[in-house]
């Protein structure tokens, strides 16, 4: 077969196989109304997100602002329907840093989504850029930072597993409360 995909064979059999777990079909695409939608639900219940999938978006989530004032955003945590990953967002200014950090239990893999900054991994500040991604296993210092004097802003997105309850557990992010957040 050459190595290539026979798609009409590869949709059939994941067509097959969604009919057997009770999935519905694969579309193509949604319209940004469903789009919408599928936020909002998403938004609703841990146990639907659980269930079915979620749609966030990096820009939103509990909102911790930090003493340099850097804005964090929990934007997937076990309160909001995971089981086993955490995800987190943070937009760096000129002068902002992460301090570099340790996580006992989490692995993370932090990535570079917009900008120019520095990853802080080990032992040593590395440059990143758009695209650049670090790996933090369990036990090693990482953190991020835009340098004081630089241009633009450095946009990263975290995503540790298993969730980061040491990091909710210090900024007082309640994981195990049904109760709506307030931004702190």
């Given at each position: 077969?050459?190595?290539?995909?026979?798609?009409?064979?590869?949709?059939?059999?994941?067509?097959?196989?969604?009919?057997?777990?009770?999935?519905?079909?694969?579309?193509?695409?949604?319209?940004?109304?469903?789009?919408?939608?599928?936020?909002?639900?998403?938004?609703?219940?841990?146990?639907?997100?659980?269930?079915?999938?979620?749609?966030?978006?990096?820009?939103?989530?509990?909102?911790w602002k930090k003493?340099?004032?850097?804005?964090?955003?929990?934007?997937?945590?076990?309160?909001?329907?995971?089981?086993?990953?955490?995800?987190?967002?943070?937009?760096?200014?000129?002068?902002?840093?992460?301090?570099?950090?340790?996580?006992?239990?989490?692995?993370?893999?932090?990535?570079?989504?917009?900008?120019?900054?520095?990853?802080?991994?080990?032992?040593?500040?590395?440059p990143a850029k758009?695209?650049?991604?670090?790996?933090?296993?369990?036990?090693?210092?990482?953190?991020?930072?835009?340098?004081?004097?630089?241009?633009?802003?450095?946009?990263?997105?975290?995503?540790?597993?298993?969730?980061?309850?040491?990091?909710?557990?210090?900024?007082?992010?309640?994981?195990?409360?049904?109760?709506?957040?307030?931004?702190?």
């Open positions: 077969m050459n190595g290539k995909i026979n798609r009409r064979a590869f949709l059939g059999s994941a067509m097959m196989a969604a009919a057997a777990t009770g999935a519905p079909p694969a579309q193509d695409t949604v319209g940004e109304k469903e789009a919408s939608a599928i936020k909002a639900r998403s938004k609703k219940s841990k146990e639907h997100v659980r269930k079915y999938g979620g749609l966030f978006n990096i820009h939103e989530g509990f909102n003493s340099t004032g850097m804005d964090l955003h929990l934007v997937l945590t076990p309160k909001l329907g995971s089981h086993n990953v955490g995800i987190t967002s943070a937009v760096h200014h000129p002068g902002m840093e992460f301090e570099p950090h340790v996580h006992p239990l989490s692995e993370e893999l932090v990535f570079c989504h917009e900008g120019e900054g520095e990853f802080f991994l080990y032992d040593k500040w590395i758009a695209g650049d991604v670090f790996y933090a296993p369990p036990g090693v210092y990482h953190g991020t930072r835009k340098r004081a004097g630089t241009k633009g802003t450095f946009t990263t997105i975290g995503v540790a597993t298993p969730p980061q309850l040491d990091l909710y557990n210090r900024i007082g992010y309640d994981v195990l409360s049904d109760k709506p957040d307030v931004d702190r």
